[in-house]
Structures are given as C-alpha cells and as structure tokens.
C-alpha cells in the first residue's frame, strides 16, 4: 500500500492566496519530499526534509515535518497561476535500500 | 544535458503483446526506478534499481520484468500485455535510494485494448 497520503485531493484558491498541502505517511522515515508535476508531464523535485529537520523553506515554499505525527506540510506562499500543477510527498523508509514511496497527490487550481 | 530519456512517448498494444519500455539517464545516477501513474492512485512503484546490478520488486511488479543492462539504462517489459496494465509509466534515477532528489522522465503513455 502506498505510504503517503496526501490531504486535500484538491484545491482551488485566487492568486495570491497562500495554499497548503498536508502528507501522512505509515512508517518510520529517513528522508521526506516533495514534487510538483504539471499536466502531462513528469515530477520535479521541489524540496527535501530530513528526518531531524523541522521546517525547511525554499523562495515561497515552506515545508514542516512531525514525525511524531508522522506528518508533514507543504506551503506555498502568495500563489501564482503558474503554481496550478499536482503536488506529491514522497518518503523513503527507514532501512537502507529502500525507493521513493508516493502519495496520492494534491491538485492544486490558482485562478488569477 | 538529456537527465533521464524515455521511449516510446506513446504506445498502443493489443492484449497479449509483449513490448519493452527504455529508459536511459546520463547523470551517473546509481538508482533507478520505474513507475506508474493511474488517476486517482498517484505513482506507484513497479520495480527499481538500487545499484547497477541489482533490481527488487516495489509495489505493483505482476506482469512486468525489468533488466538493468548498465548503469545508464533500466528496462521494463510487459511479456503479455493486459487492459489493466493501461496507464502512463515514469522512469527516474538518482545519485542513491535514500536522501538524493529523483530526476523523472517525460513518461511513455501506454494504452492495452
């Protein structure tokens, strides 16, 4: 069964607005990330937590991690239409070996 | 620079056939992986390569076989095609399977009538 899941199945917001995208995932983890993929086309690595790491930013992403809750969020601030894409958490697991696990994903609509 | 090269773009098999996805990266990556996307189901993992010289099952590996021939390509055959193996399949590649961003191709959409 797949490890991530994400929350909401969808999403639509105004630009501008900020838009968050939540992950839970099952089991213990080494690494979370995050990928972006617009229509029809393959997935881009946007940012990577470890799991000693609690929040992450990179330009208008913000990224936090509980493991304790086994969770994680994405935020993406001030939100342009260029955003609108589907958005995936992945987790490798914690043993050696092992490959990128995804979520479901979010998708994500930014009307201007 | 290519990263990682899928072909075919598309493909059409009738139930039965056999066919053989490429996948080729040209970033020295030790790993590489093959999924599939359905709708509603995000990616799932058919089978991957840790290092060269090596492959292990991932989630979804009935009816598919998969062969690391070096360290740049990892194949994925479908010996007799079936309706449900429709979908669209991704190869990526990255430096390791832990802690390394993944580079994904543009992926082949593969359609089983």
């Known amino acids: 069964s797949q490890q991530g899941e994400e929350d909401p199945q969808a999403l639509s917001i105004q630009e501008g607005e900020n838009a968050t995208m939540n992950c839970s995932y099952k089991?213990?983890?080494?690494?979370l990330q995050w990928y972006r993929q617009n229509s029809g086309r393959g997935l881009v690595h946007l940012i990577l937590?470890?799991?000693?790491?609690r929040e992450k930013h990179s330009g208008r992403l913000r990224v936090t991690l509980d493991t304790s809750k086994k969770s994680s969020s994405l935020l993406i601030t001030a939100s342009r239409a260029a955003d609108t894409a589907s958005y995936f958490c992945?987790?490798?697991?914690?043993?050696?070996?092992?490959?990128?696990?995804f979520g479901k994903g979010t998708t994500l609509s930014v009307s201007s | 620079n290519a990263g990682v090269t899928q072909t075919p773009k598309f493909q059409v098999l009738k139930t039965g056939q056999s066919m053989t996805l490429q996948c080729a990266q040209d970033?020295?990556?030790?790993?590489m992986y093959w999924y599939r996307q359905d709708p509603g189901m995000g990616l799932r993992l058919i089978y991957y390569?840790?290092?060269?010289?090596?492959?292990d099952k991932g989630e979804v590996p009935n009816g598919y076989n998969v062969s690391r021939l070096n360290k740049r390509e990892f194949s994925l055959r479908l010996e007799s095609a079936a309706p449900s193996q429709t979908s669209v399949y991704f190869c990526?590649?990255?430096?390791?399977?832990?802690?390394?961003?993944?580079?994904f191709g543009q992926g082949t959409r593969l359609t089983v009538v």
């Open positions: 990526a590649s990255s430096d390791w399977t832990g802690g390394t961003e993944a580079f």
């Open positions: 089991t213990s983890i080494n690494n």
């Open positions: 937590i470890r799991s000693n790491e």
């Open positions: 992945a987790t490798d697991a914690d043993q050696a070996g092992t490959a990128l696990i």
């Open positions: 970033m020295n990556h030790n790993s």
């Open positions: 390569s840790a290092s060269e010289g090596t492959t």
